[in-house]
């Protein structure tokens, strides 16, 4: 009679059809390993705390303009969220704020944000913070506060047409050290300023217009409130 042997792996080495654990995986993965999803955050759903917010939840109020008129105050950023859903948000400038106190030197995060549609609305808000994150979120929470309407038209004597391209006629505002003057232009010239501050004339919705900046221009700060202060006479002097 003839005997069999079956041959064992030696050296701890598997053989062909020996069983495999821990989930291995042939390109070395783990085999409880997957590809996590990423959660989009959810929206909040905006409750009213104040009564201008449950007129304007209501339907009480149905444009920003009528909150003017009223001379009623914004306190909340639903409000303007509501009634503009179309508003873009953008980092105009962050900075970093250091400071020695007796415990040391702190450090903290500045941020500007401006929000607007594009279509006669602007806001410029700030934020401070010790997370950048944060002061993001606070800058735009205080853009949205800031929003106001802006009139425009075509003021310029050269193209004299009925759309609304630039400014109706020339306004001039400061904010701090600077003092920025817009002037209307012609169909088709475009925007003739500088890089952020034609940024900020682009979401307010202006598509012609000539500007003059004195003062210390790259101060984001005192340039945001010399544009917002320009454009918020067109609607009062408007």
């Given amino acids: 009679m003839s005997q ?5 792996p030696q050296g701890g080495q598997k ?3 020996a069983p ?20 989009e955050p959810e929206e909040e759903v905006w409750v009213p705390k104040t009564i201008l917010g449950q007129k304007v939840a209501s339907g009480e109020i149905s444009s920003l303009e009528e909150i003017i008129e009223l001379g009623l105050r914004i306190q909340e950023a639903g409000i ?7 508003l873009k948000s953008e980092v105009v400038d962050v900075g970093i704020i250091q400071k020695m106190t007796s415990n040391g030197q702190s450090t903290r995060f500045k941020a500007i944000v401006a929000t607007g549609n594009e279509n006669g609305y602007l806001g410029i808000g700030q934020g401070k913070s010790k997370q950048m994150r944060i002061a993001i979120e606070k800058a735009t929470n205080a853009a949205y506060l800031n929003v106001n309407p802006i009139k425009m038209g075509c003021g310029s004597w050269e193209c004299r047409c009925d759309q609304k391209h630039s400014v109706p006629f020339k306004v001039k505002g400061k904010g701090g050290s600077v003092t920025i003057e817009i002037i ?29 900046a004195k003062g210390s221009t790259p101060t984001m700060n005192s340039t945001s409130k010399a544009i917002l202060d320009c454009l918020r006479q067109t609607f009062s002097q408007g």
Avoid: F, M
């Fill in 4 to 8: 069999t042997t079956e041959s064992k």
């Fill in 184 to 212: 209307p232009a012609p169909r088709g010239l475009g925007l003739v300023a500088g890089g952020k501050i034609k940024r900020l004339l682009e979401l307010a919705g202006l598509k012609d217009a000539w500007t003059t």
């Fill in 15 to 17: 053989g062909k059809g």
């Fill in 20 to 39: 495999t654990y821990g989930g291995g995986r042939p390109d070395g993965a783990k085999g409880g390993d997957r590809p996590r999803r990423r959660r």
């Fill in 80 to 86: 303007i969220k509501k009634l503009l859903p179309d």
